[in-house]
C-alpha cells in the first residue's frame, strides 16, 4: 500500500516514490535490491511479477530470471503499483498510484506483460463508498485474481469491484458498506462453485473494533455473515487471510488473541469454524507477521518475537501441526524486515527483503538461495 497518491479536496496527499536514478536496461535485475512486491499467476506458477525501486520485472521460470518490460521511468509514468498477475500468467491489473475519494477509480490492466497499461471503466452505477472528509485508514487493496479463470479478479477501493473481463471494465459488487466499515482483504477458494471469504474491518480503530468475516458459496452472488476469530488483522501487504490450494475447504488466518495481535487460525470447513494455530509453539510473545500456501498444501509463516531475528516456520498438512523451517538470517542485530509478501511459485517460496534483495526457497531445500 506504498505508493499511491490520494486527491482529496482538489489537494494531493502524496506517499513519496522512490526516486532511483536513470532506467534501467532490460534484463538487468539484480537480486541484491529490495524487492517490494511478488504477485504469482495462480494457473501459471512460472509465471512471476516483482516490483522494486527500478520498477516492475516479469519472470517465465519461476523467479529464476527477471526481463523489464519498461524502463523505470516509464513504469513510474504508468501510475501503478503493486499489480497483480492474473490466472492466464499474461494480464496485470495494478492499483492506480492516483485515485479519488469522490469517485472510483478503476486499476489499470495490461495484456501484454506490462508494456502497455491501460486504465479501466467503470460499468454502470457506482454505489461508491462515502470516506468522509479525510481517510484516517488505506481504501484500497491489491488486486485478487481469480485461480482458475483468468477473466475475472476483485479489487477492494471501500466497496468491493469485480471484473469479468480482465480489467477492462468493473461492476460494484456486493456487499455495499457504509462508514467506518469498509472492504479489506478476500480469499478465494479453488474449484467451481467458489467459495470465498471476504474481510471487512473498520477504519475508526482496526485494532480495537473485531473485524467481520462474509462468505459467499456461489462466486460472490450471495453472502452471509460467520463468526471470525478476534480482531482479523492485515499485515503490510494487505494480506490476512487464504485458501490452500490443495485443500479448497481449508484456509488459514491472522487473528489475535485477546489483546495480542499475530494469532493464526485455521479453517477445515471454508471459513464457518475456526481454531487458534501455533507455528511457534511455545516461544511466548510470538507474532505471525506474513504466511503463505504453496501448491502442494504446504505452509510457511514468518514469526516475530520481540528482541530477536524472526523465524520461519513450515507445515506440511496445511497449517495443523509446524516444524522449523530453513531460516533466512540477515546478520543484523535488529530483527529483519520483509518488504515484499510472501509468496509462491508453484511448490517453491518467494521473499523479498530490505537489505539483501530477493530469495527462493525450493521444496526440501535446507537453505533459502539466490534465484
Known sequence: MRWRFLVLAGATLAVALS??????????????????????????????????????????????????????????????AQATLLADGKTLLGMPTVWSLSSFTPPRWSADGGVTWQPGVLRGKDAHYDFGGTSSFVGESPVIADPIDARTAWFCQGNLYVTHDAGRTWGIATPRFQRPWHCSSLAIAPGNPHTLLLLAQSGRNAKRTPG?????????????????????QLDY?????????????????????????????????????????????????????????????????????????????????????????PQLPLDTKSPPVYASPLAASGTSFLLGTNKRGFWRLTTDARRWARP
Open 19 to 80: 526516486t532511483a536514478a536513470a532506467a534501467l536496461p532490460a534484463g538487468s535485475f539484480s537480486r541484491s535490491k529490495p524487492v517490494n512486491w511478488v504477485s504469482v499467476a495462480a494457473g501459471q506458477p512460472l509465471r512471476v511479477w516483482v516490483e522494486n525501486v527500478d520498477g516492475g520485472w516479469l519472470s517465465s521460470d519461476g523467479g529464476r530470471t527477471f526481463g523489464a518490460p519498461l524502463s523505470t521511468s516509464a513504469f513510474r509514468r504508468a501510475q501503478v
Open 212 to 232: 467481520k468475516i462474509l462468505r459467499s458459496l456461489n462466486g460472490g452472488a450471495t453472502w452471509r455473515s460467520v463468526r471470525a476469530p478476534h480482531y482479523p
Open 237 to 325: 501487504n494487505g494480506q490476512a487471510l487464504a485458501f490452500d490450494p490443495a485443500r479448497p475447504s481449508a484456509a488459514l488466518m491472522i487473528g489475535a488473541s485477546g489483546t495480542a495481535l499475530g494469532a493464526l487460525y485455521h479453517t477445515l470447513d471454508g471459513g464457518l469454524h475456526w481454531k487458534r494455530v501455533r507455528p511457534a509453539g511455545s516461544l511466548r510473545g510470538a507474532v505471525v507477521d506474513q504466511f503463505a500456501f504453496a501448491s502442494d498444501g504446504r505452509a510457511l509463516a514468518i514469526i516475530r518475537i520481540r528482541g530477536r531475528q524472526n523465524l520461519m516456520f513450515s507445515s506440511s498438512d496445511g497449517g495443523l501441526h509446524w516444524s522449523t523451517a
